[in-house]
Nanobody, 116 residues
Framework: QVQLVESGGGLVQPGGSLRLSCAASGRIGAISAMAWYRQPPGKQRELVAT???????DYADSVKDRFTISLDNTKNTVFLQMDNLKPEDAAVYYCNVRSSYYSNYWGQGTQVTVSS
């Protein structure tokens, strides 16, 4: 059984920081890439950042220079450091894994609220 356990969401004031983590366990296979997506209220899910197992990264324009994605290959864990958060960053953030067994496997989501 595969599990993606996300943590780190919460309430933060504009300009603040949060660090999300997502740990993959179980029969996930060989991970080729992990990513973070988000879904703001009433909107579609959108890609935030991706990282391959070799460390290549890509970011949505809206988060470049504010968010940093990183990967601990030894623990199958992906992190998203979010700095200078804005109200428009508020969303449910989802972890996504691509592996030899799964083209897409999703976490349950973690809520990020940015409000003063």
């Amino acid at each position: 059984q595969v599990q993606l356990v996300e943590s780190g969401g919460g309430l933060v004031q504009p300009g603040g920081s949060l660090r999300l983590s997502c740990a993959a366990s179980g029969r996930i296979g060989a991970i080729s890439a992990m990513a973070w997506y988000r879904q703001p209220p009433g909107k579609q899910r959108e890609l935030v950042a991706t990282i391959t197992n070799s460390g290549s990264t890509d970011y949505a324009d809206s988060v470049k220079d504010r968010f940093t994605i990183s990967l601990d290959n030894t623990k199958n864990t992906v992190f998203l450091q979010m700095d200078n958060l804005k109200p428009e960053d508020a969303a449910v953030y989802y972890c996504n894994v691509r592996s030899s067994y799964y083209s897409n496997y999703w976490g349950q989501g973690t809520q990020v609220t940015v409000s003063s």
